[in-house]
């Protein structure tokens, strides 16, 4: 850790998944759908489509690592396996925003081959946070990742690579290509995702690495203050 300045995310996958959504101002629609709700039947399964703010959106799960992109995938919310479920207040089995452990599990060998093209010998790690989808996903990530699953805390992202920076930066990117369709959803996230730059992915590391060392000299607590002294992620 003192050799490389900090945790080295060398050998390790840091994955998280992220809703991306319609750019509201192109769409006049959206005011009217807003005054006439879709009624339950007709919504995608598992707000993978307009939700309640009536917002066309579409689910990804992306993977990074030290100075690199390794994979991005698009989340298929219609297929109920592939959706976290919770009980409500009367004890019944809803869906719920976020993916489900079973596609996390259906993942988990492209995961590996995808991030073995960046590392081709030795063991390798899953970084994740703890969220309740990807609690159930730990078993099956472990077969493949011998190093483990490094379990960050959740709602928690000054030390995740993708809420740090990557995400906002593939965000705006998506926001900016004004996309109001699913399939303009779809591209513009990807052309986003492809042109993320080894030296964006470097920045953003730097920056968590930051955070940690802060984090690590306030001795935790809630009077963290995340580290802003970095260069801006382009």
């Known amino acids: 850790a003192e050799e ?22 192109q769409n006049d629609e959206i005011e009217a759908r807003q005054c006439s709700p879709l009624t339950d039947a007709q919504r995608f399964f ?13 689910m990804f799960l992306v993977g990074v690592t030290e100075g690199k992109k390794v994979g991005f ?4 919310c219609s297929d109920p396996a592939n959706v976290l479920k919770k009980r409500d207040k009367d004890g019944k089995t809803v869906q719920a925003r976020g993916m489900g452990a079973a596609l996390f599990s259906k993942l ?9 093209k960046i590392w081709p010998t030795g063991d390798l790690g899953v970084w994740m946070d703890l969220a309740q989808a990807h609690k159930g996903a730990r078993d099956e990530l472990q077969k493949w990742f011998k190093l483990g699953v490094i379990e960050q805390p959740p709602r928690s992202p000054d030390f995740n690579l993708l809420d740090a920076g990557l995400f906002p930066y593939m965000e705006r990117c998506q926001q900016q290509a004004g ?18 730059t080894d030296l964006t992915v470097t920045k953003v590391c730097n920056a968590v ?3 940690f060392k802060v984090t690590m000299k306030h001795q935790g607590g809630n009077g963290y203050v995340e580290h802003r002294n970095k260069e801006r992620v382009r």
């Open 73 to 76: 995938y698009e989340v298929d």
């Open 46 to 58: 598992c707000m993978a489509a307009e939700t309640s703010t009536q917002l066309k959106k579409k």
């Open 179 to 196: 996309s109001i369709t699913y399939d303009e959803i779809r591209q513009s996230v990807k052309v986003a995702f492809d042109e993320l």
């Open 108 to 116: 988990a060998k492209n995961l590996h081959d995808d991030f073995r």
């Open 209 to 211: 690495r930051a955070n």
């Open 4 to 25: 490389n300045d900090g945790f080295c995310f060398h050998k390790w996958l840091v994955l998280d998944e992220k809703w991306f959504t319609e750019d509201k101002r």
